[in-house]
């Protein structure tokens, strides 16, 4: 049997495939994320600015989450879901659960770095003080055909 997937994830995940959109612009990976609270209002959005920061961190995830504990004044956001078009990495992840955030939702599976459920699954280690609901899938085709335009770009280019 599928798994249900709420329309109202699948309209944050649109939100979050615009702000993919402005990290592809600025020439980074197109990967983005929203932070929306159990009201199901907007509180922060984010992309991938690594290549525009020379930041590390500069995660879509990492981003909307500096933004959202900007907006609340408070570093918890246990009332906040994450929306995010790639399965975050490990880093990403960490902050996740630093964040006290208790739902990921995101769009395509990272076979190569996921810290969601394919290469690890932090997210939901019981070893850990917080576990977080991961739904994964919600607009894969989306979500991945954006980043195999991007990469294959990056490729042809070199």
């Excluded at 004044?73 to 955030?101: F, K, N, Q």
């Excluded at 190569?112 to 019981?126: F, I, N, P, T």
Aim: charged share 20%; net charge negative.
């Amino acid at each position: 049997m599928a798994l249900s997937i709420s329309p109202e994830y699948e309209q944050w995940m649109l939100r979050a495939l615009e702000q993919a959109e402005f990290a592809r612009a600025a020439g980074d990976v197109p990967v983005g994320a929203v932070i929306i609270d159990s009201n199901g209002n907007l509180l922060a959005s984010g992309h991938n600015t690594r290549e525009v920061t020379h930041d590390p961190t500069g995660h879509a995830e990492v981003e909307a989450i500096r933004a959202a504990t900007a907006t609340l004044e408070s570093w918890r956001l246990t009332d906040a879901t994450l929306v995010v078009t790639l399965e975050p990495c490990v880093m990403c992840a960490g902050a996740i659960l630093a964040a006290r955030i208790p739902r990921v939702v995101f769009g395509a599976w990272d076979e190569k770095a996921g810290a969601a459920g394919s290469v690890y699954d932090l997210l939901r280690d019981r070893r850990l003080n917080h576990q977080v609901e991961v739904i994964g899938g919600v607009l894969e085709a989306q979500c991945a055909s954006g980043l195999t335009e991007f990469f294959r770009g990056r490729e042809a280019s070199s």
